[in-house]
């Protein structure tokens, strides 16, 4: 699986840990930045990921900043783009499975590392139900998003 990752400053320690953690499970893993510690906008570093994920560079995308919610606003502004706060396992999965979430947005200064990692293995080994109701809710999902433009 390819893992498309990003993060502004707030994340970017997390972000580091996550990929090198990933990798060295077999992902794939795209760094979208930010690359260093320094003062980075979050914004920027969703719309890359994001665009990934549209141009279908990866299967699924992280983000990471400080609340994680930042990332998630600005990640799902794009088309077909599902982007989900999550901070426990739990939501990670049934995320996935219920509403075909495709990056999970944690938040560095909310969770503890040991639980990020669980969270984005949650997330990452979740699969899509297609269940019929769910298939019917994202539909509307779909609907809404193209009556925006």
Request: hydrophobic fraction near 40%.
């Given at each position: 699986?390819?893992?498309?990752?990003g993060?502004?400053h707030?994340?970017?320690?997390y972000k580091?840990?996550?990929?090198?953690m990933?990798?060295?499970?077999?992902?794939?893993?795209?760094?979208?930045g930010?690359?260093?510690g320094?003062p980075?906008?979050?914004p920027d570093?969703a719309?890359?990921?994001?665009?990934?994920?549209?141009?279908?560079?990866g299967?699924?995308?992280?983000l990471v900043c400080?609340s994680s919610?930042g990332?998630?606003?600005a990640?799902?502004k794009?088309?077909g783009i599902?982007?989900?706060v999550?901070?426990d396992?739990?939501?990670?999965?049934?995320s996935v499975?219920?509403d075909?979430?495709?990056?999970?947005c944690?938040g560095e200064?909310?969770?503890?590392?040991e639980?990020?990692?669980?969270?984005?293995?949650a997330?990452?080994?979740?699969e899509?139900?297609?269940?019929?109701?769910?298939?019917k809710?994202?539909a509307?999902?779909?609907a809404?998003?193209?009556?925006?433009?």
């Amino acid at each position: 699986m390819k893992v498309i990752i990003g993060s502004d400053h707030a994340g970017f320690k997390y972000k580091t840990i996550i990929a090198e953690m990933l990798q060295k499970e077999g992902y794939i893993v795209i760094d979208k930045g930010s690359y260093t510690g320094l003062p980075s906008d979050y914004p920027d570093h969703a719309a890359d990921v994001a665009r990934a994920l549209q141009n279908k560079e990866g299967d699924r995308g992280i983000l990471v900043c400080g609340s994680s919610v930042g990332v998630s606003i600005a990640a799902n502004k794009f088309k077909g783009i599902r982007a989900g706060v999550c901070h426990d396992t739990y939501s990670a999965h049934q995320s996935v499975e219920h509403d075909d979430v495709n990056i999970l947005c944690i938040g560095e200064r909310v969770i503890g590392i040991e639980l990020a990692k669980d969270i984005v293995y949650a997330f990452l080994k979740a699969e899509f139900s297609g269940e019929e109701r769910h298939v019917k809710r994202l539909a509307k999902i779909t609907a809404i998003e193209q009556q925006q433009g």
